[in-house]
């Protein structure tokens, strides 16, 4: 199972705009206000990750694939 131990690296990437993780990730961390395209496959997140992306402002395209698991 791949998995990301942590994704607090993605905090100093200040111009970042797209970004796509394929894996398990534990916790889904604050994303830079840069982020104007993400992609989360088989992330399997127990906690609901909208609340954390909805606060994204530049955020134009999002696509979950297997990214919450949770109810």
Not at 28 to 46: A, C, G, K, Y
């Amino acid at each position: 199972v791949n998995s990301f131990p942590s994704l607090e690296f993605i905090n100093r990437c200040e111009k970042l705009q797209k970004l796509c993780l394929k894996g398990r990730i534990k916790k889904l961390p604050l994303f830079l206000n840069s982020i104007t395209m993400m992609v989360l496959r088989d992330s399997v997140l127990t906690e609901d990750p909208m609340p954390n992306l909805g606060m994204l402002p530049n955020l134009r395209n999002l696509e979950l694939f297997s990214a919450y698991e949770g109810e």
